[in-house]
């Protein structure tokens, strides 16, 4: 690559890491909500306050930043965001933050799963294969936990990844007839409006530093997603998936440092198993050409 390429391609990089640490943030901030709010109050003041960051901005943009042909698209949308975030969220209660971030890497797993039945994309036997081990890879890191952790932790964010993967599926299928802020914006007002009846049955007051919290996790939405925006104009989504194992990374600190988290051992043969076979994957798909043009909005719709 020549200069200029080079500083296209670490600038994209560097955008996509700060999106990532931005992912972390998020993720403490919901851990810390979730000690004393439910999971479902958590979910709705998060994306009551990433509608609420973002609204002046598409008010300041125009009538051309809400403009949708297809409603019930975004209304399916939020169910399932507000499915999956509720679900993360009620993992993350019981998970130390490595744990969970390990099992959020099953969803570009379990996507290509989905992708053969829905998109009616052709999945190589290469990547059955690589599904598998991750799989493998997980169970090891989750099994000696013992049943009751497996069940209050591990099954919420497995659930949590699985519907993500289908979020991408409609992402996928429907991004390029839609614009990105009216896929952003509609996808947090509904899962708002959503998660809005049952927290108000769960509501418990929210103290000051609480409803700080909150906010920091609207605006960590957005900015979330300014960053990996920014990124993916730079560089291809392909070429992100390497330096999507510094999330780990993050986990590890944040997780010791807020928390006190320890991983064990079996945490740490789980990620030797999953983080290379889903790179290995990552990079096969960019050799063939098969991940070129797909664009992850998991983390921030």
Same mark, same amino acid.
């Given at each position: 690559?020549?200069?200029?390429?080079?500083?296209?391609?670490? $600038?994209?990089?560097?955008?996509?890491?700060?999106?990532?640490?931005?992912?972390?943030?998020?993720?403490?901030?919901?851990?810390?909500?979730?000690?004393?709010?439910?999971?479902?109050?958590?979910?709705? /003041? +998060?994306f009551i306050c990433a509608v609420l960051?973002? #609204? !002046?901005?598409?008010?300041?943009?125009? !009538?051309?930043?809400?403009?949708?042909? +297809?409603?019930?698209?975004? #209304?399916?949308? %939020?169910?399932? @965001?507000?499915?999956?975030?509720? &679900?993360? &969220?009620?993992?993350?209660?019981?998970?130390?933050? !490595?744990?969970?971030?390990?099992? %959020?890497? =099953?969803?570009?797993?379990?996507?290509?799963?989905?992708?053969?039945?829905?998109?009616?994309? +052709?999945?190589?036997?290469?990547?059955?294969?690589?599904?598998?081990?991750?799989?493998? %890879?997980?169970?090891?890191?989750?099994?000696?936990?013992? !049943?009751?952790?497996?069940?209050?932790?591990?099954?919420? /964010? @497995?659930?949590?990844?699985?519907?993500?993967?289908?979020?991408?599926?409609?992402?996928? *299928?429907?991004?390029?007839?839609?614009?990105?802020?009216?896929?952003?914006?509609?996808?947090?007002?509904?899962?708002?409006?959503? =998660?809005?009846?049952?927290?108000?049955?769960?509501?418990?007051?929210?103290?000051?530093?609480?409803?700080?919290?909150?906010? #920091? #996790?609207?605006?960590?939405?957005?900015?979330?997603?300014? $960053?990996?925006?920014?990124?993916? *104009?730079?560089?291809?989504?392909?070429?992100?998936?390497?330096? *999507?194992?510094?999330e780990f990374l993050f986990s590890l600190?944040?997780?010791?440092?807020?928390?006190?988290?320890?991983?064990?051992?079996?945490?740490?043969?789980?990620?030797?198993?999953?983080?290379?076979?889903?790179?290995?994957?990552?990079?096969?798909?960019? *050799?063939?050409?098969?991940?070129?043009?797909?664009?992850?909005?998991? =983390? &921030? &719709?």
């Open positions: 690559m020549g200069r200029a390429a080079n500083r296209r391609y670490f $600038c994209g990089v560097l955008w996509f890491v700060l999106s990532l640490a931005a992912c972390q943030i998020n993720d403490v901030a919901m851990k810390i909500l979730s000690i004393r709010l439910d999971p479902i109050q958590t979910t709705f /003041l +998060r960051v973002l #609204l !002046p901005f598409l008010v300041a943009a125009g !009538p051309a930043s809400f403009r949708t042909t +297809r409603p019930l698209l975004h #209304l399916f949308r %939020g169910g399932t @965001l507000f499915a999956a975030t509720a &679900c993360w &969220c009620a993992g993350l209660r019981h998970a130390a933050m !490595p744990m969970a971030v390990l099992i %959020g890497f =099953s969803m570009p797993l379990i996507l290509l799963v989905f992708a053969r039945i829905f998109l009616k994309e +052709r999945v190589s036997t290469w990547r059955w294969a690589a599904t598998a081990i991750g799989f493998c %890879g997980i169970a090891i890191a989750v099994g000696p936990a013992g !049943p009751t952790a497996f069940r209050w932790a591990t099954v919420p /964010l @497995l659930l949590s990844a699985t519907f993500f993967a289908a979020l991408d599926v409609l992402n996928r *299928r429907y991004a390029r007839e839609e614009s990105l802020w009216a896929m952003i914006f509609y996808g947090s007002l509904w899962t708002a409006i959503f =998660s809005a009846w049952p927290a108000i049955g769960r509501w418990v007051p929210p103290s000051t530093f609480e409803w700080l919290l909150a906010i #920091l #996790l609207g605006v960590g939405a957005n900015v979330l997603l300014y $960053c990996l925006i920014r990124a993916l *104009r730079l560089i291809e989504a392909s070429a992100t998936a390497p330096y *999507r194992n510094v600190l944040t997780g010791y440092i807020f928390f006190g988290e320890v991983v064990g051992q079996s945490t740490m043969l789980g990620a030797a198993i999953v983080i290379p076979v889903t790179l290995a994957l990552a990079c096969h798909e960019a *050799r063939s050409g098969g991940g070129a043009e797909t664009e992850h909005f998991h =983390s &921030c &719709c």
